[in-house]
């Protein structure tokens, strides 16, 4: 469950980063 727990975390904030990336993108336009 550890491992599934880590996975879920880096998955999140690879999300986290994408929307953020995404929003200045956005922005920036």
């Known amino acids: 469950m550890l491992i599934v727990n880590q996975v879920v975390v880096m998955y999140t904030g690879i999300m986290q980063v994408f ?4 929003a200045l993108l956005a922005f920036a336009e």
């Open 19 to 22: 929307l953020v990336a995404a």
